[in-house]
């Protein structure tokens, strides 16, 4: 094969999860045994059903159906040299040394002068090309006096006089001067601000107004960047309201999908931190801007800290630029040293006196007692591993708790009973009893004012509002108890800023969104249950984790906060106060924690070198194992090189404002014409997915998933059938109902609607649409075949697979080579099916809480994987032929069947690799279409037609006990 055709992936050993699965093999000596939960009679069943299955894989074989396989010869015999024509016949005599050698064979042109420039640039020869180009805020003294004349003239409206009245009354007004000075004798400067101060709404307009006093409108162009998309809206709305104007003239916002811009010169923008990143790849200097605000840095998201790190190396090239780095009082110093001990100022903030108490308080108010502590149950001893944890966990526990039970006896402040509750290990764990009693405390003995009570997850809510019901004591004429996630429907979140009428307690219970994301301002008490549920990558084992864990000081101040809004409030803790002196200060920055792909993308497209280099620079770098998985995934998804290059497909895959797994599932439903379904999946992967689950309907809205699955075992069809059905609801005017048969956000299926004219306007600009319509018809040729979507949900999320063993009561195991056993979430519409028409599924999300959960799974066939997984390969066994794929699946099979389709894949490739770099859409009346119908073909055929079974499949299925 020609080097062009040699693709950039590891190959199999670095498949994530692969040569760890050999290591374990050789360190454990895996399958020599019998699953661990057999005994006497069924250990000989097992190995007497095993015999029978070897014997029956050996008269087993793998065949392609008779006209498939003519179909397929017919391809191949067309596919000589085909795609060689089209290629520069330089290529012959080429070898590799250069980039500019390693691509010769591609036509040039438009996309290749484009792709030769990023992946050959670097930063610095950019910011140079930017200074050279002129600015659009040039001067212009005319617009000046204008600005000026119209800042005065308002100056003389009530409305506007009144707004002003509000705005002084604000703790960062009476800083205003002093805020001014700072900005303009530094070009950096450190902004801290307790909660109510007014920093986020005020700020910019001090600089504006100046600015347009002074002469400088024309010159005057500041962008704010916010961490969530409802806040960039929120705080837009506001500034316009305070400077008695609508959106669209000074003020403005750009989120990803909805923008009212202002005017383009002496103006304040309110945008996301990724629209800023957005900006740079267009304008590397920032020339379009002169004051560049970011708020909420303290919250330490992956793109405020890239931001950060990126804007260190534009200032030195850009003197006139000004940079507000705007944070919590949290840890501003750090803020500060990193841009080299610039200059800080703080704000004070505005909110009432909270009074705060502990555990050993509360139980002394409600004389709660835990279950009495158990031995460690025996089983634990059969798995050491478990029984140590256990055992460390309460070491843990004595080590912290011990000293201060101790110190608490001298003193005699607390009974004997709340002493002897405090040792108790059960203490530490969230009690939802506990906090019913705490509720109820609080309504019989506390005055008026809302209750908002702080869990871990959508679970924890749901039980604790059922135990209240369950009661009897919370009835409707005096109590309205209002559940809070993220899941839930927008409409619904709204209610609890509702003010109840008199005489009815509001109570809310909520996850860590009601923290910052959100003020209910008549919260007088809270209770915070000191767990929250952190997303994390662990690194050591690959995969991201969900599990409670205890809060940080940061987050108990801020939840703390949401108690003296209105008036003085009360703050009820469920740790001791030894616990908390053992808290974490801030939580982890999602850098530290999160998988980095997209960060390496984005290095790459602003051509800022080595990942890791770059990576270095930031203010808490990740560990060189995190870079490296990431690269790995990127690796195998022919994404980058070996030398780290962005490749073609890299290259538009970095263009694409999503997960570059999903970016490669929207190029090839392009590819095939089937975007509809594979632009919402896609759309719903990186966004949300828009199912909700109401409390007290949770069968009935799994019953509703089920339908929209239409019997095709997949969550993903289930996505993309509930948006189809959205969309045309939404066109014939009853899609509020539609939404609500279906237990579905319609807030999120229009965001998800407009998500997908969104990649449908990438993939025109990139050439791969004909329109900008997602919902053109020659997009949509075969989007109505179910299998090949499937087949193309699995190639952008391969290797992500895994073999289903058993259904339990507990709902459906499986199994892959990196985690051994593996759970389907109670969400997915494959949990405890009890007949799967293949036993291999694929899926997104893969995350450790209780269990290792895949949470959104499709059923995908045997012949679904041989198309979706990269570089397959025949191996010769004892006389017999394998197929072997790299999630480490070995399929029995014929050897001319292998070896077409082995064939098969080699000439899509060439396809890809082709029609990536010179992108183009494809011609169906030539080989292209014949090509690909081909694949169509063979995606389609199920299991049984081609004599797949599980007993010429070998998954390495014997390891899969030792994690059970």
Not at 445 to 453: D, F
Not at 491 to 502: C, N
Not at 517 to 535: A, H, L, P, Q, R
């Amino acid at each position: 094969m020609h080097p062009r055709r040699k693709h950039g992936g590891r190959g199999e050993s670095s498949q994530p999860g692969g040569s760890h699965f050999e290591r374990g093999n050789r360190a454990r000596g895996r399958g020599q045994g019998h699953p661990p939960w057999l005994s006497g009679k069924e250990i000989g069943l097992y190995y007497r059903d095993k015999a029978k299955a070897k014997a029956k894989q050996k008269e087993s074989r793998v065949k392609l159906p008779l006209h498939v396989q003519e179909k397929i010869k017919n391809v191949l015999e067309n596919s000589k040299d085909y795609y060689d024509k089209l290629y520069n016949n330089a290529y012959a005599e080429v070898t590799y040394g250069t980039l500019e050698n390693k691509y010769i064979h591609i036509h040039d042109s438009q996309f290749k002068r484009k792709f030769m420039n990023m992946v050959s640039g670097n930063i610095q020869e950019n910011l140079a090309k930017a200074l050279m180009v002129k600015s659009k805020l040039e001067r212009d003294t005319e617009l000046d006096s204008k600005l000026l004349a119209e800042y005065k003239a308002k100056q003389s409206l009530q409305k506007y006089m009144d707004m002003i009245k509000v705005r002084s009354k604000l703790p960062s007004y009476k800083k205003r001067s002093e805020i001014l000075e700072l900005i303009n004798e530094n070009q950096v400067i450190v902004i801290s601000g307790e909660t109510g101060c007014g920093k986020t709404t005020q700020v910019a307009q001090f600089i504006l107004d100046e600015q347009i006093e002074e002469g400088n409108g024309s010159i005057t162009r500041i962008i704010c960047t916010q961490p969530r998309r409802i806040s960039a809206i929120s705080v837009a709305e506001r500034v316009a309201t305070e400077r008695a104007e609508n959106l669209g003239k000074s003020v403005g916002f750009q989120i990803r999908l909805e923008k009212i811009l202002p005017r383009d010169r002496g103006s304040i923008l309110f945008c996301t931190t990724g629209m800023l990143l957005q900006f740079l790849q267009g304008d590397p200097a920032l020339k379009e801007f002169s004051h560049i605000i970011l708020d909420e840095i303290h919250e330490r998201s992956t793109e405020s800290d890239f931001v950060l790190a990126l804007l260190k190396l534009i200032i030195p090239k850009r003197p006139d630029l000004k940079i507000l780095l705007m944070s919590a009082t949290l840890n501003s110093e750090r803020f500060s040293k990193y841009y080299d001990d610039c200059p800080m100022i703080h704000i004070p903030g505005f909110t009432y006196p909270v009074e705060e108490f502990y555990l050993e308080d509360i139980l002394m108010l409600t004389e709660f007692k835990f279950p009495a502590t158990a031995a460690l149950p025996q089983d634990y001893r059969k798995h050491t591993k478990k029984y140590k944890q256990v055992q460390q966990k309460r070491d843990e526990f004595h080590d912290v708790l011990d000293p201060y039970i101790r110190q608490l006896i001298a003193e005699k402040k607390y009974p004997r009973e709340v002493i002897d509750q405090l040792r108790n290990p059960y203490s530490e764990m969230m009690s939802l009893d506990l906090i019913e009693q705490l509720i109820r405390h609080i309504c019989r003995t506390k005055a008026p004012g809302a209750i908002l009570v702080f869990l871990p997850g959508m679970m924890d809510i749901t039980k604790l509002n059922r135990m209240m019901l369950d009661t009897g004591c919370y009835s409707q004429s005096h109590y309205v108890i209002y559940p809070l996630h993220s899941r839930m429907p927008t409409i619904d979140q709204k209610l609890i800023f509702k003010e109840p009428p008199k005489g009815v307690r509001k109570i809310i219970i909520a996850t860590s969104i009601a923290e910052t994301s959100i003020t209910i301002e008549d919260v007088v008490y809270v209770i915070d249950c000191g767990k929250m549920k952190f997303g994390k990558f662990d690194i050591q084992k690959n995969i991201q984790t969900l599990e409670p864990e205890w809060v940080s000081l940061a987050n108990a101040k801020q939840r703390r906060g949401r108690a003296g809004r209105v008036k003085p409030g009360i703050c009820y803790h469920l740790y001791s106060k030894a616990r908390e002196m053992t808290l974490d200060q801030y939580p982890l920055p999602e850098m530290l924690r999160a998988r980095l792909e997209e960060v390496i993308l984005q290095i790459k497209i602003l051509q800022l070198g080595k990942a890791r280099t770059f990576l270095a620079s930031v203010m808490d770098p990740p560990s060189s194992k995190a870079i490296d998985l990431s690269l790995d995934l990127l690796q195998t998804l022919n994404a980058l090189d070996d030398e780290e290059h962005l490749t073609p497909l890299g290259y538009h895959l970095a263009q694409l404002p999503l997960d570059p797994r999903t970016g490669k599932m929207i190029i090839w439903a392009a590819l095939f014409s089937c975007v509809e379904p594979v632009f919402a999946i896609a759309a719903s992967l990186s966004f949300k997915d828009a199912f909700y689950c109401p409390l007290g309907k949770e069968d009935q809205a799994h019953q509703k998933k089920l339908e929209l699955n239409m019997g095709q075992f997949s969550d993903h069809i289930a996505l993309s059938e509930a948006l189809t059905g959205f969309e045309l609801a939404y066109k014939r005017g009853y899609a509020s109902s539609f939404c609500r048969e279906y237990f579905l956000s319609f807030n999120t299926l229009k965001l998800l609607s407009e998500m997908k004219t969104q990649f449908a306007q990438h993939l025109f600009q990139m050439k791969f649409m004909e329109t900008e319509n997602p919902n053109d018809s020659n997009a949509n040729k075969n989007s109505k075949n179910t299998m090949l979507v499937k087949a193309i949900v699995c190639a952008g999320l391969y290797p992500n697979v895994a073999i289903i063993k058993r259904v339990t009561k507990n709902g459906t195991l499986a199994w892959t080579p990196e985690d051994g056993s593996v759970t389907v979430h109670p969400s997915s519409v494959n949990d405890k099916v009890k007949k799967f028409p293949s036993p291999f599924i694929t899926y997104f999300t893969k995350q450790l809480s209780t269990a290792i959960y895949l949470h959104d799974t499709t059923c995908v066939t045997a012949p679904i994987l041989l198309f979706a997984a990269p570089n397959m390969t025949i191996k010769k066994e004892k006389g017999n032929y394998f197929i072997s794929l790299a999630s480490s699946q070995n399929f029995a099979c014929d050897l001319q069947t292998a070896q077409l389709i082995q064939k098969l894949q080699e000439q899509f490739n060439n396809m890809l690799e082709y029609k990536i770099t010179h992108p183009g859409i494809v011609r169906w009346n030539s080989f292209e279409g014949d090509l690909l119908n081909a694949i169509i073909d063979l995606v389609c055929q199920k299991d049984e037609e081609m004599g797949f079974c599980n007993s010429n499949i070998q998954n390495c299925e014997d390891n899969m006990y030792d994690d059970v």
